[in-house]
């Protein structure tokens, strides 16, 4: 994948930029000067070598009067490109080991897919709290409401398709790795405003319907079992990945495989009819679904060595990531012990 980069700043700092260029391998170049004393360059490189070039462009060159960077994603070019990535790599490795020179550290900041710019701009897009968002969560809990008082499986895999209840938690991850409080308040309030809106509808639902039995696919997500917690963690650090990697596909497949929106429906309609017992068993596994996914999504994003860009926000991070790996794997070790209690 390439990316475009559109870079506008003023004349006299046109030499630190071809600098900073020098050190990266770029497929084309183009420098257009206007206004006197602005210039804007036209840059195309791979992705893995954006995300560490936004790095450094942003900590050497944003405090530029007029500096301004936009990124685009190349859908095609011609002629093709097929650039020497794992080689590069390796020499890359093997000068750095050699040689005392500081290359960047910045380029750990990013992923092998996203530069942490577009990854911190397609996770905080996900989790917009507005009129849209909240209409998403009311019709895939009417939907999900349908196809569980119906038994219909495939009823309910549309209702995990278009439920937007991932990406808060995945916010919430990233936000964790990153310490960036402002986002994980986003994260939160989207994450419970969805999820209060789905438990709305489908409180009325139970109240209306309240059938004499209760459907299989109801039944199914009132306990929790090792199983669920198992393919929660997994489905937590797919979703991370697939965010992490732009693959939006890969990013419905597990919402999917990790079911918000069926549960949470469940107890709402079991709330509603007055089924308190059941319900609790329903809400046990949304929330071992909620400390799956941020657990396993804050120790994806640690392994992928995402983290703020300066060092004075790297430290404040180290301690919002120890305190949430705590918190959720003491959240985890608590619901394995009450699945334990119960079986």
Avoid at 180 to 195: R, T, Y
Avoid at 230 to 249: E, Q, V
């Amino acid at each position: 994948m390439l990316r475009k980069i559109e870079i506008v700043l003023p004349i006299d700092e046109t030499d630190k930029l071809n600098e900073i260029l020098k050190n990266y391998e770029v497929l084309d170049k183009y420098k257009i000067s206007f206004l006197e004393d602005k210039a804007l360059y036209l840059i195309t490189l791979n992705v893995e070598n954006s995300g560490p070039l936004l790095d450094e462009l942003e900590k050497k060159l944003a405090f530029a009067e007029g500096f301004r960077l936009n990124m685009m994603e190349v859908e095609a070019t011609i002629p093709a490109v097929k650039m020497e990535e794992d080689k590069d790599e390796k020499e890359d490795e093997a000068i750095s080991s050699d040689t005392d020179e500081d290359v960047p550290e910045e380029k750990n900041n990013s992923t092998k897919g996203l530069s942490r710019q577009e990854l911190y701009t397609d996770i905080s897009d996900s989790i917009n709290l507005n009129s849209n968002y909240i209409l998403m969560c009311i019709l895939s809990a009417i939907v999900a409401s349908s196809g569980v008082m119906l038994d219909n499986v495939a009823v309910i895999v549309g209702a995990m398709v278009i439920a937007p209840l991932l990406g808060p938690n995945v916010g919430m991850a990233l936000a964790s790795t990153l310490g960036d409080m402002e986002l994980g308040k986003k994260a939160l309030k989207a994450s419970i405003a969805g999820a209060g809106a789905a438990i709305i509808v489908a409180l009325i639902a139970g109240l209306i319907l309240n059938p004499d039995s209760w459907p299989h696919e109801v039944l199914s997500r009132t306990s929790v079992g090792w199983g669920d917690i198992t393919l929660a963690l997994a489905s937590g650090s797919a979703g991370t990945l697939a965010f992490t990697a732009g693959t939006s596909g890969a990013v419905i497949g597990v919402m999917i495989a990790v079911a918000l929106m069926p549960p949470l429906v469940v107890v709402g309609i079991l709330l509603g009819a007055g089924e308190f017992v059941m319900a609790g068993g329903a809400l046990l596994l949304f929330t071992s679904n909620i400390i799956c996914i941020n657990l396993a999504g804050v120790i994806t994003f640690i392994y992928q060595g995402i983290r703020p860009l300066n060092w004075w926000e790297e430290k404040k991070a180290e301690t919002t990531r120890k305190y949430s790996l705590i918190l959720w794997m003491i959240l985890l070790t608590l619901l394995i012990v009450g699945i334990q209690f119960i079986q």
